[in-house]
Nanobody, 115 residues
């Protein structure tokens, strides 16, 4: 059974930092791409960052230069370091991976950027 468990969300002030982690089980982690998506109320889910099995990365335009995605294949973990957070980064953040036939999601973790 595939499980993606996210950790690390919370409330942070503008300009602050948070680190999200996603621990995977039930998959051959090292061969799969891993991604973080987010969804704000009333908006569509959007890609935040993706890291391939070889370590190549891709970021959404709104987070480039502020967020960094990384993976630890031994721990089956993917992290998202978020710096210089803005109120518009407020959203539920979801861990994601895909095989050829299936798409898997975590339960989500809330990030709120506010004074």
């Amino acid at each position: 059974q595939v499980q993606l468990a996210e950790f690390g969300g919370g409330l942070v002030q503008p300009g602050g930092s948070l680190r999200l982690s996603c621990v995977a089980s039930g998959i051959i982690f090292k061969i799969l791409p891993m991604a973080w998506y987010r969804q704000a109320p009333g908006k569509q889910r959007e890609l935040v960052a993706l890291i391939t099995s070889t370590g190549s990365t891709n970021y959404g335009d709104s987070v480039k230069g502020r967020f960094t995605i990384s993976r630890d294949n031994a721990e089956k973990k993917v992290d998202l370091q978020m710096n210089s957070l803005k109120p518009e980064d407020t959203a539920a953040y979801y861990c994601n991976t895909q095989t050829r036939s299936q798409n898997f999601w975590g339960q989500g973790t809330q990030v709120t950027v506010s004074t």
